[in-house]
């Protein structure tokens, strides 16, 4: 995948500035991160984030829209994000 965020599923301009300013430059390092360390991330920078976030970078990552997450993985999602909030 190009390094473009914005060439990931679910990953829009504004979604894509808010990683590049905690250091998400590239879709690889948003891999290597995965969901939840981004997700700790942009919830340190904004403490407003909202779990659509993490759906969508879920997706990214695995290369889904954010609604065809499994539900088993939303649930844990779910969860880290009552824990994280």
Known sequence: MENDLTKAQNIGKETARKLNEVGIDFYETLVHLGTEQAFRKLKSKDPNTCINLLY??????????????????????????????
């Open 56 to 85: 969508s970078i879920e997706g990214a990552i695995e290369g889904v829209k954010w609604n065809a997450i499994p539900k088993e993985r939303k649930l844990e999602l779910t969860e880290f994000f009552r824990n994280n909030s």
